[in-house]
């Protein structure tokens, strides 16, 4: 019989194909759910790892913010390993979005979660075992770092964590002195790090710390009362890699305190009270590579034994704010991987040749804040893999080629300096401008003339963040004042006089040296009276006039510009001088010499500029602060003046042409005539009398300048005499002594000061014992009273007498007032007053 059901066997293959299918897309489908568990699970545990690494580097336990890229790197191998034995987890985290903050609640408690798996809590004592309790009931690996803080609590008791599980732990109190040595015994597990600071602990609480020194990695004990680290203060903590001791009142270590670290890497002492004979206990730190030593009380010289050379790995030294006076030869002898050097806020003013010639590997370095004036090409010729130089706030006077000398210099930062110039060196150095990424010179008194016009077109031109190209701007001349350099066309950057400009040369001068010197101009000013020049010395000499000379100055620097053929003025030396007009018998006379060092050629034309600084009354003077002026607190002004333009020609050969053109009988006029004798009197009435006598008799005009000092006020009176009277009387001296200088000025002389050429005497005026006048009516009037009252007694005694004789026959004297009695004894011929008697 044939088969009536011909798809029976051709529908069963198809199903069958159906069903294979549908099973295996669900197998897929399960093996997915199961991988995406999988995943998962493994995320939660990299975003835990990863999100304590996030909490710790915002923390003081666990990481350090002040850091450079490369000390980034460092921090990460600091970590726990735990930490970082997982690969960070892709962003973003589906395991983030899903984590939430655990509530705790209780009486006084406050707490809340910055980051995942990061819990931060306020409380009191008794919230202790509140937070506790809530932890242990929460899943393990759900918070990893718990800060508390912990108010009245001066003591941390034992177990108060319990059966809690935590990588890291931070107590604060303000409070808290002591630990219980079981404080951390009872955790689930060892902690990594441990922070307790803000505290009142006086010692280590080593006691304690040796229940977990097993997995100990990070510590900070910072802002605690530490005053001494003995010997065994850190006893086993083997695998401590991070110890932060800042904020401290440490003022001795023990040599062999850190001798138990044989693993750390990272120490932070900043803010303690350390000396240089403390720094020995870093002997043995071999492992150490980052070292913060700021804010301590290191002074002195930076040489080579200031720190121990047996730390062969440390990278990165902070020495700031310290008070370090100089930077010797070969310091830091010993470090060779130095790579990063903080100096700044110290009170540098010298760096050596070759300074820091043992510091080959060294990137960063830091001298802001100290009182650098010049920087010598040797003492950064060494520097060759140096790329940061910071010397911003200092007293730099020019940007030289010295600066650039590192040949991988990429940053250099000279912000609030007293740099007026750029060297030609620095525009011949191309190649090294070009390596610069960073050039600030923010603050500074940029003198915008034609030496600047070269250096100019390259910041123009060159590659440098618009903030740098903004940072320069022109100081002086005054129509460029406060003007960018950066749009300072080429033509208007010009030397000497500019034929357009109204101001004189003199002005024009004035004020290039006030903007110089960055202070405003005072009342006191400054016109030269006499040069005389010295070809056979190089040198000469300057009579000033200042004007009004009532007010105090202190002579500051001279400056000398040579003019050139084209008109150009070219500054050739600025040297300091030195004056104090409390100590001239005259300051309205300033009299200053150029220096032989300078070399003034005869035939050449130059121009002199005098700055002198004028203080404020003492009545509105400040603290002194020797940084005052940076930050626009200085009441301290200039008085300046510049000459004209004035073509050398020696002096004494004048003189001697003059000499020649005389007839051969004639004598040569004579030179100043010297004084002989000088002799003083002072009568008891308070007369000076002043005698001078003479070498000789002069042939020329001749004056003597008398010039009288109390010593005692600081006064001064000045007198001219003829010198063939030789002789002078003053009156009305006040008690006290003097000071007596006499000179003598020709009409030919050249007031150059030579041997003979002034005398001094010093005298004491004696002080009269005779009485006041106030004293005098007091007696006056007292011997007038006096003759009254007995003149008034003698007539009423004589009244009663007249009386009493009448009546009784007798009796009489001065009568008493009435109501009082008389008492007259037999044996006495007296009369008793009583105890109320008014006399």
């Known amino acids: 019989m044939p088969d009536t059901r011909p798809g029976k066997w051709r529908l069963p293959p198809l199903l069958l194909l159906l069903l294979l299918a549908a099973a295996f897309v669900l197998a897929e489908a399960k093996s997915t759910t199961v991988l995406n568990n999988s995943t998962r699970h493994d995320n939660d545990n990299n975003e835990a790892a990863a999100v304590t690494t996030t909490h710790r580097a915002s923390t003081s336990v666990v990481a350090d913010t002040d850091i450079d890229e490369e000390d980034e790197e460092d921090d990460k191998q600091l970590l726990p390993k735990s930490s970082t034995s997982h690969p960070s987890p892709p962003s973003p985290s589906p395991i983030v979005a899903s984590w939430e903050c655990p509530e705790i609640t209780g009486q006084g408690i406050e ?75 009872a955790l689930a597990q060892p902690l990594q790090a441990l922070g307790l600071p803000n505290n009142q602990l006086d010692q280590v609480p080593i006691h304690a710390l040796g229940k977990i020194a097993l997995g100990l990695e990070r510590l900070d004990l910072s802002h605690n009362k530490f005053k001494i680290l003995e010997a065994g203060s850190f006893k086993n903590l083997n695998n401590v890699t991070y110890l932060d001791l800042s904020g401290n009142l440490l003022t001795q270590l023990s040599p062999e305190v850190f001798a138990s670290l044989p693993q750390l890497r990272m120490l932070k002492m900043r803010g303690n009270r350390l000396s240089v004979s403390a720094l020995k206990a870093f002997r043995g730190l071999r492992s150490l590579e980052e070292l913060d030593l700021s804010a301590n009380m290191l002074m002195g010289p930076l040489g080579p034994g200031l720190i121990p050379s047996a730390m062969p790995r440390l990278r990165s030294l902070s020495l700031a704010e310290n008070q370090l006076k100089s930077v010797g030869n070969d310091t830091l002898m010993g470090l060779k991987n130095l790579s990063s050097l903080v100096l700044s806020h110290n009170q540098i003013d010298v760096l050596e040749d070759h300074a820091f010639r043992q510091l080959t590997n060294l990137r960063h370095l830091d001298l802001s804040y100290n009182d650098i004036v010049a920087v010598s090409s040797l003492s950064l010729a060494h520097l060759d893999r140096l790329r940061s130089l910071d010397l911003t706030h200092n007293f730099l006077r020019s940007l030289n080629g010295d600066l650039l000398a590192p040949r991988n210099l990429e940053r250099l930062r000279l912000d609030d300096n007293d740099i007026t110039m750029v060297t030609p060196d620095v525009s011949a150095k191309t190649s090294k401008l070009l390596m610069l990424k960073s050039l600030s010179l923010a603050d500074n008194p940029l003198n915008c003339d034609c030496n600047l016009a070269e250096f100019a077109r390259w910041f123009a031109a060159s590659g440098l963040e618009p903030e740098d190209k903004r940072s320069a701007v022109c100081a002086t001349p005054p129509a460029l004042e406060n003007g960018p350099l950066t749009q300072v066309a080429p033509d208007n950057l010009l030397c000497g006089e500019d034929p357009s400009s109204a101001s004189s040369s003199s002005s024009s001068s004035s004020a290039s040296v006030a903007g110089m010197t960055r202070l405003p101009l005072a009342a006191a000013q400054l016109t030269l009276k006499e040069f005389h020049y010295d070809e056979a010395t190089a040198g000469g000499d300057m009579l000033w006039r200042v004007e009004p000379c009532t007010e105090r100055y202190t002579c500051d620097t001279l400056i000398v510009y040579e003019a050139q053929q084209d008109g150009r003025e070219v500054q050739l030396a600025s040297s300091p001088i030195e004056c104090d007009s409390r100590h001239m018998p005259q300051p309205c006379a300033l009299s200053l010499g150029v220096p032989a060092s300078i070399r003034l050629q005869p035939g050449h034309r130059y121009r ?13 003077q400040g603290k002194d602060d020797r940084h005052r002026r940076r930050d626009g607190d ?44 000088l002799r003083v009197n002072v009568s008891d009435e308070g007369y000076l009398k002043v005698a001078v006598a003479l070498l000789e008799t002069p042939r020329l005009g001749c004056e003597i300048d008398l010039d009288i000092l109390a010593i005692e006020t600081g006064q001064v009176h000045r007198q001219r005499l003829n010198c063939s009277a030789q002789a002078n009387e003053l009156a009305g001296l006040v008690p006290g002594r003097y000071k007596i200088c006499a000179s003598v000025e020709t009409e030919s002389a050249s007031r150059r000061p030579r041997e003979g050429h002034a005398r001094c005497v010093e005298v004491q005026t004696l002080r009269q014992q005779y009485p006041s006048q106030g004293a005098v009516a007091l007696v006056l009037c007292g011997l007038f009273g006096l003759a009254l009252a007995t003149a008034y007694c003698i007539g009423r005694s004589l009244a009663r007498t007249r009386k009493k004789a009448a009546q009784m026959g007798g009796g009489g004297g001065c009568a008493p007032a009435t109501g009082q009695q008389l008492e007259i004894t037999h044996k006495a011929h007296y009369i008793k007053l009583q105890a109320t008697t008014k006399v």
Do not use: W
Request: charged share 25%.
């Open 111 to 185: 707490c809340s979660c910055d980051f995942p798996h990061t819990l931060r809590c306020i409380g009191d004592r008794t919230s202790l075992k509140s937070i506790g309790a809530h932890l242990r009931g929460l899943r393990p690996g759900r918070i990893s770092l718990l800060d508390a803080t912990l108010q009245g609590i001066a003591s941390l008791p034992a177990d108060f964590l319990e059966g809690v599980a935590l990588h890291g732990l931070v107590v604060s109190s303000g409070e808290l002195r002591r630990l219980n040595e079981n404080a951390f015994s």
């Open 634 to 677: 200085d009441d301290v002004s200039l008085g300046l003046g510049c000459s004209d333009i004035i073509e050398l020609e020696d002096t004494l050969d004048l003189l001697d042409i003059e000499r020649k053109k005389l007839p051969a009988m004639t004598p040569p006029p004579l030179l100043q005539p010297d004084i002989k004798d």
């Open 608 to 620: 002199y500029c005098v700055v002198l600084m004028v203080p404020p009354p003492p009545a509105h």
